[in-house]
């Protein structure tokens, strides 16, 4: 199944697995449950507004790069847009907007006043200096100044991306401007208006997500055995977080391997282990080396794929020995692994809910950038854990109800919320 975009290029080849079809893939099967109107359909499969800027840059060689830098909104309808700029270079139009929808469900989903957006530019932030990338940086946002702004698109960091690319984003636009203007981005420093909480937020999301799923199971953190794939940001915030509470975290993963300890890993000391040895995880003490591939068929109760899309598909799915799988990634499960595991009877929490803790803190973030008033860390924690818990409850109840899975749950809540605001403002003109 081929999407049509008006906006969006041809699919290059046939062989080519586009993720802007698995988005509407997603969409087609909310919308089926909804018995939603094909028009709205129509509406929502199509993105908003897609921009495309020229970015030209002067290396530090003196020669001159021409980079595309990419900007979809997919929806305004609840609030502005919301969303990511990734720096990688698998970046493409097709993947900026596939992420930009799924961000609509995910604050819809959760309820927050946005709609989704993304960005990207397809280079590896490895291969320019410092001064390029502030280059680079500073010029996308120039280029796209019309199309951001507090109450029109809010960025944040995404892959390749950080605190410090929103610092010099948020001053771009602010000189522009011709005063500070906190909330035209999220993830910033604190110096100039970030968030307490932030850093940790997607990773402390996960952890509340997963201590809610084994609470209807009747079990508890305590003693849980957990497998986490990737020791990132988002997989080691969780990581730190449900081994404070208790659970075993019996493997963890980067890109080049992962580490196995059949007692549960001292967490703490792995963090500090890799901080001294350049980001390494392996040969830390009394742990034996494991794949990637092993780690996700590991016998324990939770599995935390939180590195890469389609780690878990039709190949690996029957070995999974977890019953609860928590998408800390976006897009870990195939669409086809899900079925065999729900058939099997695991929990698959899918990532719009389980990774929203992030999108939730940057919401947070934004609120107090509008009013200048801003918060201490048990606040942010508090607002964001309400949040957080009220989505899982309905995700759950809205399974229950409809006999579907949490997934289908998830989409049919967000897109329902999203389909309902559209039906009452009515198509202008
Ligand atoms: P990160 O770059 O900080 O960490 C990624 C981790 O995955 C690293 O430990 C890396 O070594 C590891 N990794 C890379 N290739 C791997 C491979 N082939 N096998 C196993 N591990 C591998 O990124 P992050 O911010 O932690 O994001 C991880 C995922 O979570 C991404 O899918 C991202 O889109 C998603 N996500 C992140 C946030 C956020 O707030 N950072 C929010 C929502 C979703």
């Given at each position: 199944m081929d999407k049509?975009?008006?906006?969006?290029?041809?699919i290059?080849?046939?062989a080519y697995i586009c993720p802007f079809d698995q988005a509407c893939s997603y969409l087609d099967a909310a919308a089926k449950e909804l018995?939603?109107?094909?028009?709205?359909l129509?509406?929502?499969s199509?993105?908003?507004?897609?921009?495309?800027?020229?970015?030209?840059?002067?290396?530090?060689?003196?020669?001159?790069?021409?980079?595309?830098?990419?900007?979809?909104?997919?929806?305004?309808?609840?609030?502005?847009?919301?969303?990511?700029?990734?720096?990688?270079?698998?970046?493409?139009?097709r993947e900026?907007s596939a992420l930009?929808m799924l961000?609509?469900w995910k604050?819809?989903l959760?309820?927050?006043?946005?709609?989704?957006?993304?960005?990207?530019?397809?280079?590896?932030?490895?291969?320019?200096?410092?001064?390029?990338?502030?280059?680079?940086?500073?010029?996308?946002?120039?280029?796209?100044?019309?199309?951001?702004?507090?109450?029109?698109?809010?960025?944040?960091?995404?892959?390749?991306?950080?605190?410090?690319?929103?610092?010099?984003?948020?001053?771009?636009?602010?000189?522009?401007?011709?005063?500070?203007?906190?909330?035209?981005?999220?993830?910033?420093?604190?110096?100039?208006?970030?968030?307490?909480?932030?850093?940790?937020?997607?990773?402390?999301?996960?952890?509340?997500?997963?201590?809610?799923?084994?609470?209807?199971?009747?079990?508890?953190?305590?003693?849980?055995?957990?497998?986490?794939?990737?020791?990132?940001?988002?997989?080691?915030?969780?990581?730190?977080?449900?081994?404070?509470?208790?659970?075993?975290?019996?493997?963890?993963?980067?890109?080049?391997?992962?580490?196995?300890?059949?007692?549960?890993?001292?967490?703490?000391?792995?963090?500090?282990?890799?901080?001294?040895?350049?980001?390494?995880?392996?040969?830390?003490?009394?742990?034996?080396?494991?794949?990637?591939?092993?780690?996700l068929?590991?016998?324990?109760?939770?599995l935390?794929p939180?590195?890469l899309e389609n780690q878990i598909t039709q190949k690996n799915a029957d070995r999974i020995?977890?019953?609860?799988i928590a998408e800390a990634a976006n897009g870990p499960v195939t669409l086809e692994a899900n079925l065999s595991l729900e058939a099997r009877g695991v929990t698959v929490l899918p990532d719009i809910l389980s990774n929203?803790?992030?999108?939730?803190?940057?919401?947070?973030?934004?609120?107090?950038?509008?009013?200048?008033?801003?918060?201490?860390?048990?606040?942010?924690?508090?607002?964001?854990?309400?949040?957080?818990?009220?989505?899982?409850?309905?995700v759950?109840?809205?399974s229950?109800?409809r006999k579907i899975s949490p997934r289908l749950a998830a989409y049919v809540l967000g897109v329902?919320?999203?389909?309902?605001?559209?039906?009452?403002?009515?198509?202008?003109?």
């Amino acid at each position: 199944m081929d999407k049509t975009s008006p906006l969006l290029p041809e699919i290059p080849s046939p062989a080519y697995i586009c993720p802007f079809d698995q988005a509407c893939s997603y969409l087609d099967a909310a919308a089926k449950e909804l018995k939603l109107d094909q028009g709205v359909l129509e509406i929502l499969s199509n993105p908003r507004k897609v921009v495309t800027v020229s970015i030209p840059v002067k290396r530090d060689s003196g020669e001159i790069q021409i980079l595309a830098g990419h900007r979809v909104q997919h929806c305004n309808v609840l609030g502005p847009h919301k969303g990511g700029i990734r720096f990688h270079p698998a970046v493409t139009l097709r993947e900026v907007s596939a992420l930009a929808m799924l961000m609509t469900w995910k604050c819809a989903l959760l309820g927050i006043p946005y709609g989704g957006a993304k960005g990207g530019i397809a280079i590896n932030p490895k291969s320019y200096s410092i001064n390029e990338l502030e280059r680079i940086s500073r010029r996308y946002i120039s280029e796209l100044i019309k199309d951001i702004g507090p109450s029109v698109d809010i960025p944040a960091p995404d892959m390749g991306t950080s605190a410090r690319e929103m610092a010099w984003m948020m001053d771009t636009y602010s000189v522009n401007i011709g005063h500070a203007v906190p909330g035209v981005v999220t993830g910033k420093p604190l110096s100039i208006g970030g968030s307490l909480g932030r850093e940790m937020a997607t990773g402390r999301g996960v952890m509340i997500i997963v201590r809610e799923a084994l609470k209807d199971k009747g079990k508890s953190l305590e003693g849980t055995r957990i497998a986490i794939q990737g020791f990132g940001n988002v997989g080691g915030a969780a990581a730190e977080l449900l081994h404070q509470a208790g659970a075993k975290i019996i493997a963890v993963s980067t890109g080049s391997g992962g580490i196995f300890a059949e007692n549960g890993l001292d967490i703490p000391q792995l963090k500090a282990y890799q901080k001294e040895n350049n980001r390494k995880i392996s040969g830390f003490s009394k742990t034996q080396p494991i794949s990637n591939a092993e780690l996700l068929t590991l016998p324990c109760d939770v599995l935390i794929p939180a590195a890469l899309e389609n780690q878990i598909t039709q190949k690996n799915a029957d070995r999974i020995q977890a019953n609860i799988i928590a998408e800390a990634a976006n897009g870990p499960v195939t669409l086809e692994a899900n079925l065999s595991l729900e058939a099997r009877g695991v929990t698959v929490l899918p990532d719009i809910l389980s990774n929203a803790g992030g999108v939730v803190v940057s919401y947070l973030e934004w609120v107090q950038g509008l009013s200048y008033l801003f918060w201490d860390e048990e606040k942010v924690n508090g607002e964001m854990e309400n949040l957080m818990v009220q989505a899982y409850r309905k995700v759950m109840q809205q399974s229950q109800e409809r006999k579907i899975s949490p997934r289908l749950a998830a989409y049919v809540l967000g897109v329902g919320r999203v389909a309902q605001a559209l039906k009452d403002r009515g198509l202008y003109p």
